[in-house]
Nanobody, 122 residues
Framework: VQLQASGGGLVQAGGSLRVSCAAS????????VGWFRQPAGKEREFVAA????????LYSNSVKGRFTISRDNAKNTVYLQMNSLKPEDTAVYYC????????????????WGQGTQVTVSS
């Protein structure tokens, strides 16, 4: 499966942004999908994940209550709705897919998209 993240941009603190992860391949609905982010000069960290059918989600403590992950298998797309954005949310956001079930561990993911930059100004 090939993944392409999009929708990043510049937003003021307190604002909202939705990033998308579009996938190719007819078996996309078999994969759990996660979002990770990497701030400049820092390690990549887990943000959120959704199971293959959207029935189960995981969130990091830093985004819980502000971000919502969802998917539309008919469109082969996973979304990350980000509300109440903070400057510390600034990072390159990556989506990734795995057949192993949704996970917060990046080594469980087999396929990665190219990333989209999200910048939150104070």
């Amino acid at each position: 499966v090939q993944l392409q993240a999009s929708g990043g941009g510049l937003v003021q603190a307190g604002g909202s942004l939705r990033v998308s992860c579009a996938a190719s391949g007819r078996t996309f609905s078999s994969y759990a999908v996660g979002w990770f982010r990497q701030p400049a000069g820092k390690e990549r960290e887990f943000v959120a994940a959704v199971s293959w059918n959207g029935g189960s989600t995981l969130y990091s403590n830093s985004v819980k209550g502000r971000f919502t992950i969802s998917r539309d298998n008919a469109k082969n797309t996973v979304y990350l709705q980000m509300n109440s954005l903070k400057p510390e949310d600034t990072a390159v956001y990556y989506c990734a897919a795995t057949v192993s079930g949704s996970s917060s561990y990046d080594h469980n993911y087999n396929y990665w998209g190219q990333g989209t930059q999200v910048t939150v100004s104070s």
